[in-house]
């Protein structure tokens, strides 16, 4: 979305992130995410540090979105000081409503996204509700993180997996890098009926640093959309990768 081009889930994606920030209390540590969703969750602990003396320490999830938290005022710390958090917020680009297993990373951020939400008690998705999927893969292609090193060579055997793979690349034809520098192929698989399967079998390739699919983590969902403000929660508990 470019700032030409208006978001019209905009509103959406600012009421499930404000709802979402609620749950944040002062001495937390918090994961912010990354993306125009989770954007706005950060805007709303700025202001809530601001305006309702909310006090926190953050650890973000990329570059950008640790620029945007210094300018919020939002205090930083780091892994080494602070190993666990008490929550993450994050958005996504697909959820699957019956197991809160999601698509993430067509921001590009999914790797350290995927660090933080394994750190944190709770992990908590916004989105606006045009992201719900009966079957992940049926919106949007898997980002798979490679090293550029042999990138090739992991390209073709996800394609051996089913995968039309396509290296993202730049406007200007360069190759998109990650916060890493690493490399993004975005996968269109045909519907990810067994997701952990498919999980194992991208990690088993050599090169692959991490990939989009965030299995059993989200401890709880919340959208919004034209029906009002909607939250999930996983049927089965969450276990973490
Ligand atoms: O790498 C990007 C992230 O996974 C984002 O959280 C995800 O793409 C959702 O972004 P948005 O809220 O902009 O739809």
Redesign the pocket.
């Given at each position: 979305?470019t700032a030409t081009q208006p978001d019209p889930a905009a509103a959406f994606?600012q009421q499930s992130a404000i709802q979402a920030a609620s749950l944040v209390q002062t001495g937390m540590a918090v994961g912010l995410?990354?993306?125009?969703?989770?954007?706005f969750v950060v805007a709303e602990l700025g202001r809530r540090i601001r305006e309702e003396g909310l006090r926190i320490t953050a650890i973000p999830?990329?570059i950008v979105t640790e620029k945007q938290a210094r300018e919020e005022g939002i205090p930083l710390t780091t892994f080494g000081q602070q190993p666990e958090l008490d929550i993450a917020i994050?958005?996504?680009?697909e959820i699957e409503p019956a197991t809160l297993n999601l698509i993430?990373?067509?921001?590009?951020?999914?790797l350290w996204?995927k660090i933080v939400a394994a750190a944190a008690a709770q992990f908590v998705v916004?989105?606006?509700a045009s992201?719900y999927v009966d079957h992940l893969g049926l919106r949007c292609p898997l980002?798979v993180e490679v090293i550029p090193f042999g990138w090739e060579n992991a390209a073709r055997k996800l394609g051996h997996l089913g995968a039309q793979v396509t290296p993202r690349r730049m406007r200007d034809g360069s190759f998109f890098l990650t916060d890493e520098k690493n490399l993004i192929l975005d996968c269109v698989f045909p519907a990810i009926m067994e997701p952990e399967k498919l999980s194992a079998d991208l990690h088993a390739i050599v090169g692959v640093v991490e990939h989009?699919l965030f299995l059993h983590m989200a401890t709880q969902t919340i959208t919004a959309g034209p029906e009002g403000i909607r939250v999930l929660t996983p049927q089965g508990g969450r276990t973490c990768p």
């Amino acid at each position: 979305m470019t700032a030409t081009q208006p978001d019209p889930a905009a509103a959406f994606k600012q009421q499930s992130a404000i709802q979402a920030a609620s749950l944040v209390q002062t001495g937390m540590a918090v994961g912010l995410g990354t993306g125009s969703t989770a954007k706005f969750v950060v805007a709303e602990l700025g202001r809530r540090i601001r305006e309702e003396g909310l006090r926190i320490t953050a650890i973000p999830t990329s570059i950008v979105t640790e620029k945007q938290a210094r300018e919020e005022g939002i205090p930083l710390t780091t892994f080494g000081q602070q190993p666990e958090l008490d929550i993450a917020i994050d958005g996504a680009d697909e959820i699957e409503p019956a197991t809160l297993n999601l698509i993430k990373g067509l921001g590009g951020a999914l790797l350290w996204e995927k660090i933080v939400a394994a750190a944190a008690a709770q992990f908590v998705v916004v989105a606006d509700a045009s992201k719900y999927v009966d079957h992940l893969g049926l919106r949007c292609p898997l980002p798979v993180e490679v090293i550029p090193f042999g990138w090739e060579n992991a390209a073709r055997k996800l394609g051996h997996l089913g995968a039309q793979v396509t290296p993202r690349r730049m406007r200007d034809g360069s190759f998109f890098l990650t916060d890493e520098k690493n490399l993004i192929l975005d996968c269109v698989f045909p519907a990810i009926m067994e997701p952990e399967k498919l999980s194992a079998d991208l990690h088993a390739i050599v090169g692959v640093v991490e990939h989009g699919l965030f299995l059993h983590m989200a401890t709880q969902t919340i959208t919004a959309g034209p029906e009002g403000i909607r939250v999930l929660t996983p049927q089965g508990g969450r276990t973490c990768p």
